[in-house]
């Protein structure tokens, strides 16, 4: 059964760091396209950044130079390693993995290329 579980969030002060974690289990985290998404209270579900079964990463534009996801293989959990942290990165992060067949994310921010999704984890940046 594929499942995601997130974990790591938190609160920290703007400028500050955080990494979430997302335990793989039933498949294998590199062989699919692999993302992390984050809604704010009021707003839609947003992309944030993906990375593919090839390695290939995709960020949101307001995260680049930020934030970086990159994968175990080992412990085949996904992170998303998350610097420079500000107000607006407020928000439930959840992480999001697509069918097996999709290996090269088509459209890697887009919610729909995913199936299977976690619960999330809070994330609070103060100012």
């Known amino acids: 059964q594929v499942q995601v579980a997130e974990s790591g969030g938190g609160s920290v002060q703007a400028g500050g760091s955080l990494r979430l974690a997302c335990a793989a289990s039933?498949?294998?985290?590199?062989?699919?396209?692999m993302g992390w998404f984050r809604q704010a209270p009021g707003k839609e579900r947003e992309g944030v950044a993906a990375i593919s079964g090839g390695g290939s990463t995709t960020y949101q534009e307001s995260v680049k130079g930020r934030f970086t996801i990159s994968g175990d293989n080992a412990t085949n959990t996904l992170y998303l390693q998350m610097d420079s942290l500000k107000p607006e990165d407020t928000a439930m992060y959840y992480c999001?993995?697509?069918?097996?067949?999709?290996?090269?994310?088509?459209?890697?921010?887009?919610?729909?290329?995913?199936?299977?999704w976690g619960r999330g984890t809070q994330v609070t940046v103060s100012s």
């Open positions: 039933g498949f294998t985290y590199n062989s699919r396209c």
């Open positions: 999001a993995a697509a069918n097996y067949f999709e290996v090269y994310c088509s459209r890697p921010l887009y919610h729909h290329t995913y199936a299977y």
